[in-house]
Each structure stands twice: as C-alpha cells, then as structure tokens.
C-alpha cells in the first residue's frame, strides 16, 4: 500500500496561473472564525516546499505563491493553500507518507538509500518514522475501518512486523516504533479505501491530517510529536452592550 502522486497537471496549473500579476484564487465564501460572509485579500506569501509528483520529489525553489485573506468583520486572516499543501510543513505529508513506507515495507531499504530517493536527510526520515509512530493508535483506525467495511479482511492486511534482511532497530523500543508506524500507515491507507466517497486526496495521510484539523483542530507540527491537542473554543453570549455605546 501506497500514497498516489498528485497529478502534476494541477500542480503546473496553479504555479502557472496563481501570485502576484498572475491570477487570484476565488475567495472563501465565510470566514474561518466568524461566518461571515465577506471576505477580503490581503496580500500574499512565499512558502518553498517539497511535495511528490508524479512519483518522485519536486522542489519549489523559486517559492510557492499562497494568497492571504482577511474577514471584514473580525479581522481574523488566514491562507489560502491549494489542496496538495499542507502547513508547518517543508516536506509535504505525502513525501513523508511514501519515503515511510518505502523504508518500512522494502525488507532491504535502508535510510541512507530511501533519503536519497526522495531527497531528505537521513535524520529527518528516521524522525518521521517516530512522529508517524504517535499520530494515532492504530487498533482505534483499524475499527473505524472495520465499522465502516465489516468484510474488510483487517488481519490479513495489517503487519505484524517490519520487514527486514538487516536490522533495521537497534533496540527492542525502536522496532517497535517502526512497527507502530508502519500498522498506522497501512490502517489509515485502508481506512480511506473504505469510505462511501473516496477521498479527493490521493494521500492517505494528508486526508487524515486535514481531516483531524477540520474535526478537531489539531495540527501535526514539524518539531512536535504527534498532533496538538485539540483547540478549546468558548463561545460568548452578548455582552449586553448596544452598539455605538
């Protein structure tokens, strides 16, 4: 099981028509925070990032241009990004997502190899496998997936170790992280093939973040493990106070 490259034709698309000079994406129909219904741009941004195309990694090195918008009521500003990015994040989750598993089900791949497959360093792949390893349990996937598909055959799909010609922890913690990652990748691979509507998203694990931020607002920072813990949000009655006052 694997993530599918996002068709670089989209990709092309929007590099092509979106920034400054070039074309405006359409504007949100309400705003994030408050629902109000206009919303203004305001200005742009310059992200450089790393996704998966076409298979292989493909570096933005004259940067990315994401449009800015902000509320006319509350002020609250946001950015708008094209569905193939996700935030925080230099590596996209789909490069993380295929480098994992490239590593984690290749009985001979080894970190010195995949990092130069899809451009990373060594470290950052080793640090994605423990991050990956704490997104989720993956029993509480896996049960999901089942209650979605109850014929869906999750014991013969879910691995109960890593395939390896060489030792690929050196302690009994760490193969137990690389095992953890890899049963999280290959559920949530099998969670979304169970879905009524596929997601859009080739990416099983872009969907799954993207998703946990639209649920719950968490988001899976770069140098936090995991995801945040969800936002409290306290909604205010009126304060009693008349307007002009």
């Known amino acids: 099981m694997s993530s599918i490259a996002i068709s670089w034709t989209e990709i092309k698309h929007y590099v092509e028509s ?11 129909d309400v705003c994030a925070r408050c629902k109000h ?16 195309a076409e298979g292989k990694p493909y570096r933005f090195d004259d940067g990315l241009w994401l449009q800015r918008v902000v509320c006319s009521l509350c002020r609250f500003s946001w950015t708008c990004r094209p569905n193939f990015l996700y935030p925080h994040r230099l590596f996209q989750p789909d490069i993380i997502e295929s480098a994992a598993l490239a590593y984690l089900q290749n009985p001979a791949g080894t970190y010195a190899r995949i990092s130069k497959q899809y451009g990373c360093s060594l470290t950052m792949l080793w640090g994605w496998i423990g991050w990956l390893s704490q997104l989720a349990e993956p029993a509480a996937i ?7 598909d109850p014929s869906l055959p999750m014991a013969e799909l879910i ?12 302690s009994p913690e760490r193969q137990n ?9 290959v559920a949530n691979v099998a969670l979304a093939r169970t879905q009524t509507v596929p997601p859009s998203d080739p990416s099983p694990l872009r969907w799954f973040l993207v998703g946990q931020f639209l649920l719950f607002r968490r988001k899976a920072f770069v140098s936090r493990p995991g995801l945040s813990p969800t936002i409290e949000v306290v909604q205010r009655g009126p304060t009693g106070i008349k307007p002009g006052a």
């Open 37 to 52: 219904n206009r919303i203004w741009y305001d200005g742009w941004r310059l992200v450089f990032c790393v996704i998966l």
């Open 18 to 28: 979106t920034g400054p000079g070039l074309g405006q994406p359409p504007r949100p």
């Open 159 to 170: 691995p109960h170790s890593v395939p390896q010609d060489h030792v690929k922890g050196r």
């Open 142 to 148: 896996i049960a999901e997936a089942v209650r979605v």
């Open 177 to 185: 992280v690389l095992l953890r990652a890899l049963q999280f990748l």
